[in-house]
């Protein structure tokens, strides 16, 4: 008998910094969502920010996502 792999759970992290210029999340989602899948892994959820600012210090959709992992 094989090992069982655990259960992986991930989740995915996107982020345009403007609203206007085409940028578009599903470009950074759809690698990320396609590599979890090939692995076999659980995507438990999906942020996005949107018109965010890599030099901002507060990135909403992000820090969700940092306090989520923190409670498990």
Known sequence: ???ERPDIRAAL???????DK?????????P???YC?????TVSGEYVDN???GTKDQKPQL???LETARKR
Request: aromatic letters at 6%; proline letters at 3%.
């Open 63 to 65: 820090d969700s996502l």
């Open 13 to 19: 992290y996107a982020r345009c910094s403007t609203l």
């Open 51 to 53: 018109g965010i600012s």
């Open 22 to 30: 085409g940028q578009d999340p599903d470009l950074q989602l759809e």
């Open 32 to 34: 990320l969502r396609d």
């Open 37 to 41: 899948e090939k692995r076999g892994f």
């Open 1 to 3: 008998m094989g090992k």
